[in-house]
């Protein structure tokens, strides 16, 4: 049995805020072609991430994970304020610190990101040219839309209201309110409405990320209702793209990732749908998850020419 890699914690600069990754390279000899990673809503390097990672070090690939600024090990001092298009500025910065490592390929990096970096790394791909493919599990597509079937329509009011209130509340007093990442109870205030994803995400933080903090700023849900992959997609063309979608996943939308995918012209896109699944079950069910992590190897590997 292949002994897991063992990651290295570093650091790189993103615009003045100071980035802690973990670095997890394979167990032979370099050049290696290396996978800038990071997660989603709220999450910090250590939840999920590193058991792709490890699948990836297996397959002879190197990857990055890092927290964003004002998460987890990073600096920022608002702390847990999300913004899509500095995390973006993050990931690029990223691939800038992996050009200039030792015993990596500068000419075959790719980007990988699940959940809310599902979306990012597609708009990545669309803008960084160093970037030579991606891969996209259970992607946000449009916050707006993704908001609106999430919470349904009187449960959209009620957030736009609550995030109105603290916008106000801001403006007199200089407080920085926040939200929670999912609710305790259905019909509570939260960005994802789903109680079941916060007992995940509990136990996610008692087994492998005790870094995670369930909430944001109120200013970084407004910031996800304004976010969308669409006006990117079609510079996508030509470039190697990986979708994995959950097929009952509720939480991000496979209809909403799928009707994204079908706008990604050309034809070097792979979509994976994990059957009888949900948003959760790459996170929770080993099996699926390493299932998807060496379907995704294999996508990289190929993509990005590693050699046999």
Known sequence: MTEKAVPETVT???????LEALLYRPGTPGPHPLVVMAGGWCYVKELAQPRFAERFAAAGLASLIFDYRNCGGSSGEVRQHLDPWEQIRDYRNAVTFAENLSGINVDQIGAWGISYSGGHVL???????????????????DGYENMRLAHGTLGLRRLQEYLLDARRRKAKTGEITTIEHQPLNEGEIATWPFPKSKQVFAKLKADQAPAYVGHTTTESTELLLTYSVFPYLDRLLGLPMMMVMAEGDDHTHWDLAGRA??????????????????????????????????EIAGFFVESLAVEP
């Open 12 to 18: 790189f600069d993103s615009d003045g805020y100071v």
């Open 261 to 294: 995918f079908e706008s990604i012209p050309g034809q070097t896109k792979t979509l994976s749908i994990v059957p009888s699944s949900n948003h959760l079950t790459l996170y929770s069910d080993e099996q699926q998850q390493q299932r998807s992590a060496s």
């Open 123 to 141: 708009i990545l791909g669309a803008i960084d040219s160093r970037v030579k493919a991606v891969c996209g599990v259970v992607p946000v597509v």
